[in-house]
């Protein structure tokens, strides 16, 4: 008996340690997609600056006549 409990509490501490190992990588996915959401935001706001410069620049050589 006293070796079968060496080996639950074995799997035990192992078991500890895989559930702080997902809690702690299920942390870090949520950090990961929060950062993803920003930037891909950022993205689209650039993507739509940009557009404006383009319709702007090209008004410009219009009327400069390039």
Not at 28 to 46: P, R, Y
């Amino acid at each position: 008996m006293i070796q079968l409990n060496k080996i639950l509490k074995s799997f035990s501490k192992t078991i500890d340690q895989l559930e702080r190992l997902i809690a702690t990588n299920n942390i870090e996915v949520d950090h990961n997609t929060q950062q993803i959401d920003h930037l891909q935001g950022k993205n689209l706001m650039l993507l739509a600056e940009a557009q404006a410069a383009k319709e702007t620049a090209e008004k410009l050589k219009a009327l400069v006549g390039q």
